[in-house]
């Protein structure tokens, strides 16, 4: 496993990243990323909840639990629980994990790609590395497939396959974390159709590949006081577009290409183990917001109120109903055909789509219970 400093040291390879209209020289002496990598970097530290965050591997060496492949109930369990624990950048593990649910179809239509996969898996829990899931593509007119866009590189793609590997062509939009990871793995946006062969591409390529561009967006200024702004000054991590300009990818990193039927399966996969790391975040500040406006209400003497009642008690059910879900998902699990397990899709579905569609309405109540004091509050240096 890595320490904190070797994983800051690890991003010293040569990437090409862009911020605010400018090259970055080195992303860990950029002030710009400075609070990113402190909190990526905060996940190397196993010291902090050491048994929950280590396991022994099929080796026996002691590993990132982030990496064991649940094959039974009570290691969903504690993954879940992992995940609560871990930074957005180790949680993005879900694009290795959905690889991983979908290697034996993988390895029906081409034992190489399911190979590939197994491959992939051991270099990155060997290595103890972080890992983007890539998957959004720029899309142009949604109106339109990708072969009857006006540019066809608006959805990526293969323009040239080679007896040694594939080169690819395109964008992926919003990439989590991309310029503080270590390996992208690249999947298709959508299901793809008969003609759309080069779209239907999935692989995995390392952060300074040539031709491997990643343009940032951040959204915390360097230097902000965490007592005025604790999330943001502790925790943001910058989205990346990242432009494939020509890169070449060898064979053994390849996982589809070309059969246009399974790039919906992937797809599908991904979605499902995004949005289990969505829910448990989702359950962890639906939790928070109860608190918050429990607390306030008492503060300001409003907690005798009916309207007030109604309101927690709305954000009680809020949190509820997505603890509730998560519950439902590890307890009605699924099991792949080499018996790896992961959480009820439905269930997890489910959940996530609750969340997000009632989310505005929980922080109107926030607000409402608030007043003024949540925008106008004095900020550290004044006290
Ligand atoms: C903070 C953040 C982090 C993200 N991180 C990642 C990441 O790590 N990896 C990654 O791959 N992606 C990431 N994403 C991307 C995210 O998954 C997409 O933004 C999301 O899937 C929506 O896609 P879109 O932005 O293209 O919007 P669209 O799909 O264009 O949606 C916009 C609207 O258009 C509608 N629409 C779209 N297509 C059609 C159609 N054919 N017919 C009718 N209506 C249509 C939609 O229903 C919606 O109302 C991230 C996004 C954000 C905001």
Not at 13 to 31: A, M, N, S
Not at 206 to 212: A, D, I, M, Q, W
Not at 230 to 254: A, H, K, L, N, Q
Not at 305 to 315: G, N, P, Q, R, Y
Request: glycine letters at 8%; hydrophobic letters at 35%; a negative charge.
């Amino acid at each position: 496993m890595k320490t904190p400093e070797e994983y800051v040291e690890s991003l010293r390879d040569g990437r090409e990243l862009y911020i605010d209209g400018r090259k970055v020289e080195d992303v860990t002496t950029d002030p710009n990323f400075e609070v990113p990598i402190a909190y990526a970097a905060r996940d190397y530290n196993y010291d902090d909840r050491r048994e929950l965050r280590t396991y022994t591997t099929g080796d026996g060496e002691v590993g990132n639990r982030l990496f064991q492949i649940p094959m039974n109930k009570e290691q969903l369990e504690t993954r879940v629980e992992l995940l609560r624990h871990v930074s957005i950048i180790s949680g993005t593990i879900s694009g290795l994990f959905a690889l991983l649910n979908v290697r034996d179809t993988l390895g029906q239509i081409k034992p190489e790609y399911a190979q590939n996969v197994e491959n992939l898996y051991n270099h990155c829990r060997d290595n103890d590395l972080r890992i983007a899931e890539v998957i959004t593509d720029a899309k142009g007119d949604r109106s339109r497939h990708p072969l009857q866009q006006d540019d066809p590189d608006l959805y990526l793609h293969v323009v040239e396959r080679r007896d040694d590997g594939i080169v690819v062509r395109g964008a992926k939009l919003h990439i989590t974390g991309a310029s503080l990871v270590h390996e992208l793995i690249v999947l298709p946006t959508k299901s793809m159709s008969e003609g759309e062969e080069d779209y239907s591409v999935a692989f995995s390529v390392p952060v300074n590949t040539p031709g491997v561009k990643i343009i940032n967006r951040d959204y915390a200024e360097p230097g902000r006081s965490t007592f005025d702004y604790p999330i943001s000054g502790t925790r943001s991590m910058p989205e990346g577009f990242i432009v494939f300009d020509d890169v070449f990818v060898p064979w053994d990193r390849v996982f589809l290409c070309g059969e246009y039927q399974y790039a919906g399966t992937i797809a599908h996969a991904l979605g499902l183990w995004e949005r289990v790391g969505g829910l448990i975040a989702m359950v962890e500040q639906s939790r928070l917001m109860v608190g918050i406006a429990q607390l306030l209400a008492d503060y300001n003497g409003i907690s005798r109120a009916s309207h007030v009642i109604d309101k927690i008690t709305e954000l009680i059910f809020y949190a509820e109903m997505l603890r509730m879900s998560l519950d439902a998902s590890i307890r009605d699990f699924k099991t792949t055909e080499s018996g790896m397990v992961y959480p009820n899709d439905m269930n997890i579905n489910v959940g996530k789509y609750y969340g997000a569609s009632n989310y505005h309405s929980m922080v109107r109540h926030l607000h409402d219970l608030c007043g003024g004091q949540v925008i106008t509050q004095p900020v550290e240096a004044d006290y």
